[in-house]
């Protein structure tokens, strides 16, 4: 049952731009060999890291999203794990929170949103005149 990986890792900042490139290369391979898919490989660049991590305070991270079996990402873990290129790692399944996504979202489509209603123009109301006071009242003048 192939589900939907993203794999990040992060390589040791002294790796060299083409020996960085046949470190992915070989990574992608593995993948491909073992019956999964690469949807998406990108070179994040060099950043600096939260903490220091044997004895490197950055990096070059890569993402990689991967469609493959669950038994092909532990091969796929543990190549990264015993490379000593490779400082740090994560893999996160994510064709759940896809799931979750499309489903909230397939919400969201079925409801009229209120900015498509037509809006109907508030009625103008007509000036009033104000009445007209008699001219034989008495001004009345306040004494403080």
Known sequence: MSRTYEVMYIVRPDVEE???????????????????????TEKMGRRRLAYTVRKFNDGFYILMTILADGSLIGEIERRLRVSEQVIKFITVRTDEEDKRLAKV????????????????????????????????????????
């Open 18 to 40: 083409a020996d960085l490139d046949k470190l992915i290369e070989g990574f992608e391979k593995n993948v491909t060999d073992g019956g999964g898919e690469i949807k998406t």
């Open 105 to 144: 979202k397939a919400i969201r489509d079925t409801k009229v949103k209120r900015s498509a209603l037509p809006t109907a123009a508030p009625p103008v109301a007509e000036p009033v005149e104000a009445p007209v006071a008699p001219e034989a009242a008495p001004a009345v003048e306040a004494t403080v």
